[in-house]
């Protein structure tokens, strides 16, 4: 991962300087709520429901656990005691006070984080695939690309003031882990190193008005993806709407003005560009890729640290659950003897993506002995371990279980996406978590689970889709319907890891509150009826088509 240097760290603590002083003047009411609204939103301050939500950016999903201890230990001072993965790799502190986020931010810029356009109209936190650089068959490790993107866009002054956030991902994979056709603007690579060029995309998004991103640029050759990225944000910062909020998006730009059109206006802005910038050069990519931890000695590290001794209490038992796990939760590495593994952050009596300080601190202790020192946080609310050697894994997998983190559901139902939905947000129309939550409660024997297979559950608060309902193979939203919560279903999402991406469509009108599970579950057993042998919950939809499981989810209501 990259290693921030002394620049990086002093820029970090300036900032978090300012924003101290920017709070005592407008405690003094030297400033309005209108005018800090901006200032704290740069840094990642939102107000929230209940209480002030802290945004932290984890920069691709990259952490190692000095820095994950520091957010465990903020979370014990300021908070109570745990954090919350976002779908954008993020960690989000619920309930700190306004008065200790500058206490927060200097202690998180003293080992290179921040919350800096983690939220407001900017270009946010780039993200990544978090098996980026590890996994089998990837064209290009994305993120010093990422990176050089990130130092460019961080504190640019034509990107601090956009008519509304701006989300950016990269990919070096074939297997689309990152999310790129629902990002505003995308970067897939597409041939390998030293001659890296990307396909680009723009206009994806979910929320009110879903897209799936077109493709602007079939071959950006890398050394153009800043002058790229700043034609195209000029183009936005220009034409984009600021009169209407829902509307001020580039994937409603782009669709008032066509594709087609958006692609001459953008190539002739980017003429321009090339004239007055200067493209990246082999020396730019050499600098940050030198601040990045070298590969061959994590690998040497973690390979000669020498098996760690374990033993199985109940052998026959033991060694059908760590078959399991390890069947559900560990992928294959680029790197021969080493291996990746999933640690869901899921489970009942547990909000998804939820962890607490002491969850982080012994996940620093077992990344510490098993995966040098390093650990990285998926869009799927989930921890990832990088780099374990293959002979480690029955320890790891004691480890986990003592922690209650080694539950092989990996890609199953319970392993849902939920955003905090009405029990935390301001703009949520109703509770996710309790709808998560009963789910799990039906779903708890893994038996039952594995006999569903694979099924992304995604679950959000409202419109705004931070729950990512629309591509999940089952979407669930929750809407306001004259003061009351209820719950519309779509089918047929897909993330674009495993196939064509896709966006689910609703099937039926919405269920309330107390109907919301049963629909879900009558959905499930009909698949399970009229599925074909090893037929998955997608490809049967996709057969018999929603309203045959519209007329199934129906069944549940009760008026």
Not at 299 to 304: G, I, L, P, R, T
Not at 358 to 384: G, K, P, Y
Not at 444 to 473: F, P, T
Request: proline share 3%; with cysteine.
């Amino acid at each position: 991962m990259y290693q921030p240097n002394t620049f990086d760290l002093s820029r970090l603590k300036e900032r978090a300087i300012q924003f101290e002083n920017q709070l005592k003047r407008h405690n003094a009411g030297v400033t309005t709520a209108e005018e800090f609204r901006p200032l704290r939103l740069q840094n990642g301050l939102y107000i929230q429901r209940h209480a002030p939500m802290l945004r932290i950016a984890i920069a691709y999903g990259m952490l190692n656990t000095r820095q994950l201890k520091v957010l465990a230990n903020i979370t014990k001072k300021y908070d109570r005691g745990y954090g919350h993965l976002t779908t954008r790799q993020n960690m989000q502190l619920n309930w700190i006070k306004v008065n200790d986020v500058p206490k927060a931010l200097k202690e998180l810029a003293e080992v290179g984080l921040h919350g800096i356009q983690s939220s407001g109209n900017c270009l946010r936190n780039i993200t990544s695939d978090a098996l980026a650089g590890i996994c089998e068959n990837e064209i290009v490790d994305p993120r010093p690309y990422a990176e050089i993107l990130r130092q460019w866009s961080t504190f640019h002054p034509e990107l601090s003031f956009l008519p509304r956030k701006f989300k950016v991902a990269f990919t070096g994979s074939i297997d689309d882990r990152a999310l790129v056709q629902v990002h505003d603007l995308a970067f897939e690579a597409i041939t390998p190193e030293p001659d890296v060029t990307f396909r680009v995309r723009a206009g994806g998004g979910l929320g009110r008005t879903p897209v799936l991103g077109p493709v602007i640029h079939e071959n950006l050759h890398w050394t153009n993806i800043t002058l790229y990225t700043h034609a195209l944000m000029r183009l936005y910062n220009r034409l984009g709407r600021r009169d209407n909020m829902t509307k001020a998006r580039i994937k409603i730009l782009i669709r008032s003005v066509g594709v087609d059109e958006f692609k001459k206006l953008l190539n002739e802005e980017f003429k321009e560009i090339e004239q007055n910038f200067r493209k990246l050069g082999s020396h730019d990519l050499d600098n940050v890729k030198q601040q990045f931890m070298e590969e061959k000695k994590i690998v040497e590290k973690v390979s000669n640290s020498g098996e760690i001794v374990c033993s199985f209490v109940d052998k026959e038992r033991d060694n059908d659950e760590f078959s399991t796990w390890k069947n559900r939760c560990v992928v294959n590495h680029k790197f021969h003897g080493l291996s990746i593994v999933k640690i869901p952050v899921k489970g009942q009596g547990r909000a998804p993506g939820d962890v607490t300080a002491e969850e982080m601190l012994s996940l620093c202790e077992i990344a510490d002995e098993f995966s040098a020192s390093l650990i990285r946080v998926t869009h799927a609310q989930n921890f990832v371990m990088p780099y374990v050697a293959t002979s480690n894994l029955p320890a790891l997998y004691l480890k986990l279980r003592e922690l209650n983190l080694a539950r092989p559901v990996s890609g199953l139902l319970t392993d849902m996406v939920c955003c905090p939905g009405g029990d935390f947000c301001s703009l949520a129309n109703a509770r996710s978590i309790t709808v998560a939550e009963d789910i799990n409660q039906r779903y708890q024997a893994l038996n039952k689970l594995e006999s569903l297979g694979e099924v992304d559950l995604r679950i959000s608060g409202c419109m705004n889709s931070c729950g990512h309902h629309h591509i999940g193979n089952i979407g669930i939203l929750g809407v306001d319907k004259d003061g009351k919560a209820f719950y519309q279903v779509l089918l047929g999402g897909n993330t674009g890891e495993k196939g064509e991406a896709s966006l689910g469509k609703i099937i039926t009108k919405a269920f309330a509150e107390d109907e919301i599970s049963d629909a879900v579950e009558n959905i499930l057993q009909h698949y399970v009826s009229n599925r074909n042998k090893n037929e998955s919950f997608r490809n049967t939809v996709a057969r018999i088509g929603n309203p045959s499981f519209a007329d199934a989810a129906n069944r549940a209501r009760k008026s």
